[in-house]
């Protein structure tokens, strides 16, 4: 739980660094060009394999160790004081990391599986070498299927899937928004509580770095991280 935990805490920093170009004001060249890079250079794909594999991992151990929990104490404390000794997202990781799967289905099936099965748009980039100025022009269905990069009298082209428009596209239903808003509020609870707990479990909570870890893990991973992935449905929501 720790290893794979801190595995996907790791993604979570790339990711952001990726998606913090569709804030880019180019008709979202920079992100289309982003999510080509990601899904045809090697290195990332090896790493995506292990990512998804993590994510399965830990969904399955994260059962297991609810289901022995169980089976270690069946009848429950005749009086309870979990609240006075945990906190409320220690007590509901389980319920936390299930809207996160639940998520992450949703999110995969939206983005993911749409770009892998020809499911998306494709748009063409035109930028004048000269002016440095980029029109952009979304292609025929059937008249492009793959990523291009060259130069033509002067003019540097790119034919490539748009991703960025189905985001955008996604992103004009309040519903979509709001499930997006709601996970991350749900991630953030998660990562508070479980990236310090990683640290414990591994045995690496001495008094003189545990200060650190809590710090960052409250202010980064569940601050920081969750508002930047949330701002992203918010922001194309408001913009449409």
């Given amino acids: ?48 394999y292990l990512l998804y594999t993590s994510i399965v991992i830990h969904a399955i151990y994260a059962l297991v160790l609810t289901i022995h929990n169980k089976k270690a104490r069946p009848v429950g404390y005749a009086v309870y004081r ?25 999110h995969m099936s939206q983005f993911w599986w749409k770009f892998h099965n020809d499911q ?13 100025k980029t029109t952009a022009t979304e292609l025929v269905a059937g008249e492009f299927t ?10 540097a082209i790119t034919k490539a899937r748009d991703l960025y428009k189905q985001v955008a596209f996604t992103f004009k239903e309040w519903y979509w928004v709001a499930l997006y808003v709601v996970s991350m509020a749900a991630l953030s609870f998660h990562l508070i509580h479980g990236f310090k707990s990683a640290f ?3 045995g690496w909570d ?18 920081a991280i969750p508002i930047g992935f949330a701002a992203m449905p918010v922001y194309f929501y408001l913009s449409n």
């Fill in 146 to 155: 793959d990523y291009m990069e060259y130069v033509d009298n002067g003019v």
């Fill in 200 to 202: 414990q479990t591994l």
């Fill in 120 to 132: 998306v748009p494709y748009i063409e980039y035109r930028t004048d070498l000269n002016t440095n």
């Fill in 206 to 223: 001495h008094k003189k770095y545990a200060p650190i870890i809590r710090f960052v893990g409250i202010w980064f991973f569940g601050v």
């Fill in 1 to 48: 739980m720790s290893l794979t935990g801190l595995f996907l805490c790791s993604f979570l920093i790339v990711h952001l660094i990726g998606n913090l170009q569709l804030f880019y004001n180019d008709q979202g060249k920079a992100f289309n060009e982003y999510a080509y890079f990601m899904t045809h250079f090697t290195p990332i794909k090896i790493v995506s």
């Fill in 82 to 106: 979990g609240s006075a000794n945990s906190s409320w997202n220690s007590r509901n990781m389980g319920i936390l990391g299930t809207v996160l799967l639940v998520f992450i289905v949703t």
